[in-house]
């Protein structure tokens, strides 16, 4: 295992390292000391930025997941009972599709987790194996030599060692930081499961028929379990690498659901309310009334759109009324059409295809141009 984990632990032990000196450089002691502890949460910090682009790919998966669960269960209602080879296959094929509509991948939630469990396993072997770099029975690893080891074996925190666990205490201190660690490694994860569950979840997804949510309220229950089976294993710095990424992981989470909450969740309810109570401080109105009242357009005309500079600056081109495919377009631009009766939604219609010929119409002189060009290049 060490050897599979060498490139790894030559990695972390450089970032402690370096951490540790520019600790150093800061002013704090060198030697056995605080500046040890904290070169764990240096590591950890650096991890956490190089692996950013997963959380955010974490999350927008995640949200994808959440609005998808209607569909989901429709698809599921669909194929109820039905256990054919050919049914299994069918609905396989549209789950798929699914996801690639939303843009979502159900193993995205386990990516930034996936990939620190090497890292983690790296610090726990390079802690494992102070003594015996400390005492020359192995060569140094990477930039940390015998010396540095034995400063890292000899640093604790509150009276324990860096390098003990609970297993292995050799005193109560020891054991005593070790359940601290791992109750607040605990309530940390339960806490950041549960603001993902509950404040970034809509609410038709929390419905204990939907899987996903049994699933996330089962993981909230049994990851602080699993924490304080395997904890007592692991050694003290281990475990502050791990409660410092729980910290990170939460800030960093809040930070996500308070600034991009999801469609119909209680995160984006509060977002709306804090956005309600700013403008209000400001004197303006609720942006629901402004949306309304940008939105509506006079009987009889077509609101005026804003253009670009470049496209004002263009000659309006003037526009054939005898031509019966340009009927419509005049209907939906000038001021004299007859609009008394007409719903919002045939208007946005009639926009939208009329938009869509003109488009068509480009595309078609363009494709003639470059026609003429190729016959005039012969």
Not at 23 to 30: E, Q, S, T, W
Not at 100 to 110: E, I, R, T, Y
Not at 185 to 199: A, C, D, I, P, W
Not at 326 to 349: H, W
């Amino acid at each position: 295992m060490d050897a599979m984990l060498y490139p790894l632990k030559w990695a972390v032990a450089w970032v402690m390292v370096h951490i540790h000196n520019i600790l150093v450089f800061l002013g704090m002691h060198d030697g056995p000391g605080f500046a040890w502890v904290l070169s764990i949460v240096g590591l950890t910090v650096v991890v956490r930025i190089l692996i950013m682009p997963l959380f955010f790919k974490q999350i927008r998966a995640s949200r994808g997941m959440q609005l998808m669960q209607p569909e989901m269960r429709a698809l599921q209602e669909k194929y109820k009972g039905k256990k054919d080879p050919e049914s299994k296959r069918r609905q396989q094929e549209e789950m798929m599709a699914l996801y690639k509509k939303h843009g979502s991948n159900p193993m995205a939630s386990c990516f930034p987790i996936l990939i620190q469990m090497p890292i983690f396993f790296a610090l726990f072997r390079v802690l494992a194996r102070l003594q015996d770099v400390a005492s020359g029975k192995i060569d140094p690893i990477g930039p940390l030599t015998a010396s540095l080891a034995d400063d890292v074996q000899h640093s604790n925190l509150f009276g324990a060692s860096l390098s003990e666990s609970f297993m292995q205490a050799s005193t109560t201190e020891v054991k005593i930081v070790t359940i601290v660690l791992i109750i607040a490694m605990g309530v940390t994860q339960f806490l950041t499961m549960r603001q993902l569950t509950m404040k970034n979840m809509p609410e038709s997804a929390k419905n204990d028929d939907n899987p996903m949510m049994r699933s996330q309220k089962s993981m909230m229950y049994i990851m602080p379990v699993i924490f304080a089976v395997t904890g007592v294993q692991f050694q003290i710095g281990v475990l502050i690498y791990w409660l410092t990424t729980n910290l990170w992981t939460m800030g960093q989470q809040f930070f996500a659901i308070h600034r991009m909450p999801a469609p119909g969740s209680e995160a984006e309810r509060l977002m709306k309310e804090r956005q309600a109570k700013k403008r209000a401080r400001k004197g303006l109105p609720p942006l629901e009334e402004e949306i309304n009242e940008t939105s509506e357009e006079p009987v009889g005309g077509q609101r005026v759109q804003p253009k670009r500079k470049d496209r004002q600056k263009k000659a309006v081109r003037p526009v054939d009324t005898t031509d019966s495919s340009s009927s419509d377009t005049s209907a939906d631009d000038t001021p004299n059409d007859n609009r008394v009766g007409l719903s919002k939604e045939e208007i946005a219609r009639r926009r939208y295809e009329r938009r869509a010929r003109e488009r068509q119409a480009a595309a078609q002189r363009r494709k003639e141009a470059q026609k003429a060009k190729r016959n005039n290049a012969e």
